[in-house]
Structure formats: structure tokens, C-alpha cells
């Protein structure tokens, strides 16, 4: 009766609910450490299929730079619209492009950039290895003696550290130039002196750690991605659960990734 007693409380169901999410947490990062490792390996070894990395590489890239430049681009004419007009009202006008530049480079492209990846492409990422987990497709790859995480993590991971640094490029541009434009229209900069100021504000160590981060991010997106949908079970319902927990601990990891290198390189 003690023992009915006590698995009928609040506090011992959430307790047990929060114990199941902690032990399910440490498995996935036990995986995706496992996975990583292997899908270097691989990609060190040249055993990739090309055919395959192409599809992803447009599937990672091309698909999801609508979304990406539009994020990246109104984030950084908001940004210049709210600072502009009172940095030109101090004098400080020249300082500008310089301000938009860093945070654009430093964190708003990249950040921008992962958030629309792991909307667009984790999530789909996911629910594709997730139906297949569940549909019995996997295990069909297994029995035809094929390596699963050859097959399907190496081509998607490879694509993520490809594809990264080349979105993050086109959105910082994008963001850049969109911030000239609002700049202009909302103080009456002009798009010399803009230019000049984002001329002086970009730095190459920026840039580096800027490269750095995309394809770290990129790696990190599409590896939690496809461990999550590796992982999942249950029919639909369990493609949709490792669907949102891709979403939701690639997000996670993406802020701890940039908490990290922000530590290390800038402060």
C-alpha cells in the first residue's frame, strides 16, 4: 500500500519523467559521441558517397537559403533601423557599419543562420532517419550487410561542415548590405560612410572564428539530427518526438557551441 502510495504522487511522477529525459539525454550524447567518431572516420577514409553528399550538400544549402538570408537580412535591418538614427544624432555615425558588421560576423549571421537550419533542414533530417527507423528500412540496411552510418550519417554530416561556412558567407553579406539600406532610409547615412565604418570593423580574427563556428555548427546540427532520428521508436508518434527533440537539442548545443567559443576567443 506504501509503495502504491507513493507511485500515485505528483512528486514521484515527475521526478520519474525527469529521470527518463535524464537518462534518455546522456544515451543521445553517448551516440552522437559514438556516431561523430565513426562518421570522421569515415569521411577521413574517403568512403562517401558522392552521389549522395551532392543531393545533401543541395538539400543543406540551396533549400534552405530562402529562409536563411530572409532571417539573417531582417535581423540586421532591424538592428541598424534601432541604432542608426540615435548613433547619427551623438556624432557617432561613422561607428555604424562597424557596429553592425561585428554583430553580424561575431554572432547574429551564424546564430541566425543555425536557428533556420535546424528548422528547416534538422527537423527534416530527423523525421527522414525517423521513419525509416520505424518503418523497418534501417534494419533492412543493416541485413544487406551495408554500414548504416556510412550509408546515411556520413553524406548528411559531410553536407552540414560543407554547406555551413558558405551560408554563413552569403548571410553576412546579405545582412551587411540590408543594414546599409536600413541605415540609410532611418538616419540618412550614407553608404560611403557606412561602408568605410564596416571596412574598418571587420577583422580577420572575427572571420576565422566566424568559419570556425559555421562548421562546427553545421557538424553539430546535422549529427544530433540524425542520432535523434536514429534513435527514435514507437511508429508516428516516435517520429514526431525525435523530430522535436532534434529541434529542440540542436538548439541547445548550437547556444552551448557559441557560449564556448565566445569564452575562448573573446573573453
Not at 537580412?73 to 551623438?90: C, F, L, N, P
Not at 550487410?145 to 553579406?173: H, N
Not at 541605415?183 to 576565422?208: E, I, P, T, W
Amino acid at each position: 500500500m506504501g509503495t502504491y502510495t507513493l507511485k500515485g504522487t505528483v512528486t514521484y511522477t515527475v521526478f520519474r519523467h525527469l529521470f527518463s529525459h535524464f537518462v534518455s539525454l546522456v544515451t543521445t550524447i553517448g551516440d552522437m559521441v559514438r556516431f561523430g567518431g565513426r562518421s570522421i572516420m569515415h569521411i577521413l577514409k574517403g568512403q562517401v558517397d558522392k552521389k549522395v553528399l551532392i543531393e545533401q550538400c543541395a538539400r543543406f544549402g540551396i533549400s534552405s537559403l530562402p529562409i536563411t538570408l530572409s532571417i539573417v537580412g531582417m535581423s540586421s535591418i532591424i538592428v541598424s533601423m534601432q541604432v542608426a538614427g540615435e548613433m547619427v544624432k551623438q556624432g557617432a555615425g561613422n561607428f555604424v557599419g562597424m557596429l553592425v558588421a561585428m554583430l553580424i560576423i561575431r554572432e547574429d549571421g551564424i546564430i541566425m543562420s543555425g536557428f533556420a537550419i535546424i528548422s528547416m533542414i534538422g527537423s527534416s533530417l530527423a523525421s527522414e532517419l525517423a521513419t525509416m527507423r520505424v518503418t523497418e528500412q534501417i534494419d533492412a540496411i543493416k541485413v544487406l550487410k551495408v554500414d548504416p552510418i556510412e550509408y546515411l550519417f556520413v553524406p548528411r554530416v559531410f553536407s552540414g561542415v560543407l554547406m555551413m561556412p558558405l551560408i554563413l558567407i552569403v548571410a553576412s553579406v546579405v545582412g551587411i548590405i540590408g543594414g546599409g539600406v536600413a541605415a540609410h532610409l532611418a538616419s540618412g547615412l550614407s553608404y560611403k560612410a557606412y561602408f568605410d565604418s564596416v571596412y574598418r570593423g571587420l577583422y580577420l580574427k572575427d572571420m576565422n572564428v566566424a568559419m570556425l563556428k559555421a562548421v562546427s555548427f553545421g557538424f553539430t546540427i546535422a549529427l544530433v539530427s540524425c542520432t535523434c532520428g536514429y534513435r527514435a521508436s514507437g511508429g508516428a508518434k516516435g517520429v514526431g518526438l525525435a523530430t522535436t527533440k532534434a529541434v529542440v537539442w540542436s538548439f541547445v548545443a548550437i547556444v552551448i557551441l557559441d557560449l564556448i567559443f565566445s569564452i575562448v576567443f573573446f573573453f
